[in-house]
């Protein structure tokens, strides 16, 4: 079996889990209503401007990622299939499978939040629809590309939930303040001439972490 193969084999087998049991998603969506919810009612009679509204989208969706991205590794460990996965595939196909998986959750998830958040905060107007997606996806990504990994490291630690925002925080806190600082732009109506080099910073730190990633997960994997 190709490396590819095994890849998809990953990802299909993570995917129809998550279909079936629903469990990360359920868990997601609740936590982005109730996050959204009591951010209104915070908020009665207020208008947003952009950058607290940029500030809130990021909040939600950096817990939202430690809401349900966490399960990538510790999900195994609870069932006892991570040694089943050891045997039938290789540290290279586990990877990059678990880090599709949670690239396609992550991207679906912050835009069903950003779609429940323009709905109920009504006074969203985003002016640079470009930005704001490009903005979205990349920090998707970068949010996917950094949790895969912590999730590995905790996976067999006794206290997960704790352990793994308090990992990623630091980690995750460059993307996040790019991402606001664009996010912002793209509410204001920027250029892209003018967030460039935020994106293109943005894009440094997906094509730094996943590669580092990448060679910690071979370390951690087969301890």
Same mark, same amino acid.
């Given at each position: ?40 009612? *915070? ?49 290279? *196909? ?49 949010? *996917? ?11 067999? *630690? ?14 995750? #806190? ?41 060679? #910690? ?7």
């Amino acid at each position: 079996m190709t490396t590819l193969k095994q890849i998809k084999g990953v990802f299909s087998k993570d995917l129809k889990s998550e279909i079936r049991t629903r469990y990360s998603i359920s868990a997601i969506l609740l936590f982005i209503l109730v996050t959204i919810t009591m951010v209104v009612f *915070a908020l009665i009679g207020e208008k947003l401007n952009e950058s607290i509204t940029a500030g809130l989208l990021w909040i939600i969706m950096f817990f939202a990622a430690m809401t349900g991205l966490d399960k990538t590794f510790v999900s195994e460990e609870e069932r006892g299939t991570s040694l089943i996965l050891k045997l039938s595939t290789t540290s290279t *196909a586990v990877f990059f499978g678990k880090l599709l998986y949670n690239v396609v959750l992550a991207l679906v998830l912050n835009f069903v939040a950003i779609f429940i958040f323009s709905i109920i905060v009504n006074s969203t107007e985003i002016k640079s629809i470009g930005i704001f997606a490009a903005t979205m996806f990349v920090g998707s990504i970068g949010l *996917a590309s950094a949790t895969t990994i912590i999730s590995a490291i905790i996976a067999r *630690a006794n206290t997960k939930g704790a352990m793994f925002p308090i990992l990623s925080f630091p980690i995750l #806190l460059p993307l996040i303040m790019l991402g606001i600082d664009n996010t912002r732009q793209s509410l204001e109506g920027t250029t892209w001439v003018e967030v460039s080099s935020n994106l293109q910073m943005m894009f440094a730190y997906c094509g730094a972490v996943i590669p580092i990633s990448f060679i #910690l997960f071979d370390i951690v994997w087969k301890e």
